[in-house]
């Protein structure tokens, strides 16, 4: 069943190009198993090898991302976008977080798209979701991280206030043990094709590596999906 997701019109208006791709299935996370490590093994040190040639400006969807922060009135070079974060931590030959195969399946499309992606538990969202820029004095408690200041940055938000970024998502509906029914989201600045692509991708992805059932995705845009 397609999720009710949508953009308001002040994000068109900053971000003309901005997407959501969006992915609703059923999945049980758990402790990563080899075929995960081996995916990871495989992308690493290529990935690693081109990103100490390649500005991170440069890095596929990556820089559109920064654009659109800027467009938003938020510092990407501040307020990174998660892609660039996790692409850092390679750059650098640090370990990546081991959380569980939802959130590890999503940082590993992360790497090979150069996208930010978000996944949420479904039953912890309420009502329709929308990106939207955060409006000033708004924070959340990120995971593993203090408040987030949220003020003019793209964002997700239910009728309970905002949820997720692609900064930093809350805690109020992050992928648990518990967790069975999950939204990923995929934040583009990028043309349509490159966002369609990354959809597939992450379509196989979590069926074969995070045991996703039922899966369904498309994408918001402006015009309709």
């Given at each position: 069943?397609?999720?009710?997701?949508?953009?308001?019109?002040?994000?068109?208006?900053?971000?003309?190009?901005?997407?959501?791709?969006?992915?609703?299935?059923?999945?049980?996370?758990?402790?990563?198993?080899?075929?995960?490590?081996?995916?990871?093994?495989?992308?690493?040190?290529?990935?690693?090898?081109?990103?100490?040639?390649?500005?991170?400006?440069?890095?596929?969807?990556?820089?559109?991302?920064?654009?659109?922060?800027?467009?938003?009135?938020?510092?990407?070079?501040?307020?990174?976008?998660s892609?660039?974060?996790?692409y850092?931590?390679?750059?650098?030959?640090?370990?990546?977080?081991?959380?569980?195969?939802?959130?590890?399946?999503?940082?590993?499309?992360?790497?090979?798209?150069?996208?930010?992606?978000?996944?949420?538990?479904?039953?912890?969202?309420?009502?329709?979701?929308?990106?939207?820029?955060?409006?000033?004095?708004?924070?959340?408690?990120?995971?593993?991280?203090?408040?987030?200041?949220?003020?003019?940055?793209?964002?997700?938000?239910?009728?309970?206030?905002?949820?997720?970024?692609?900064?930093?998502d809350?805690?109020?509906?992050?992928?648990?043990?518990?967790t069975?029914?999950?939204?990923?989201?995929?934040y583009?600045?990028?043309?349509?094709?490159?966002?369609?692509?990354a959809?597939?991708?992450?379509?196989?992805?979590?069926?074969?590596?995070?045991?996703?059932?039922?899966?369904?995705?498309?994408?918001?845009?402006?015009?309709?999906?």
């Amino acid at each position: 069943m397609r999720p009710d997701i949508r953009i308001d019109e002040d994000m068109f208006s900053c971000c003309p190009d901005c997407r959501l791709g969006w992915l609703v299935y059923e999945a049980k996370p758990e402790a990563s198993g080899d075929a995960i490590q081996a995916c990871f093994a495989a992308l690493l040190p290529e990935l690693k090898v081109k990103l100490e040639t390649t500005p991170l400006a440069d890095m596929p969807n990556l820089g559109e991302s920064r654009r659109g922060y800027r467009a938003c009135g938020k510092d990407p070079g501040r307020w990174r976008v998660s892609s660039e974060a996790l692409y850092r931590r390679v750059r650098q030959g640090k370990d990546l977080y081991r959380i569980n195969t939802v959130v590890d399946v999503n940082n590993l499309v992360s790497l090979e798209t150069g996208f930010s992606l978000g996944s949420y538990d479904r039953d912890r969202l309420e009502g329709t979701v929308t990106l939207r820029r955060g409006r000033p004095g708004e924070s959340y408690p990120g995971i593993g991280k203090d408040a987030v200041d949220l003020s003019f940055m793209p964002l997700l938000a239910d009728a309970s206030g905002p949820v997720g970024s692609p900064t930093s998502d809350s805690t109020r509906a992050m992928v648990t043990p518990e967790t069975r029914r999950l939204l990923t989201v995929i934040y583009s600045f990028s043309p349509r094709a490159e966002l369609e692509k990354a959809l597939a991708l992450a379509a196989r992805r979590f069926e074969t590596l995070a045991g996703a059932s039922g899966l369904e995705f498309g994408m918001v845009e402006r015009g309709g999906e």
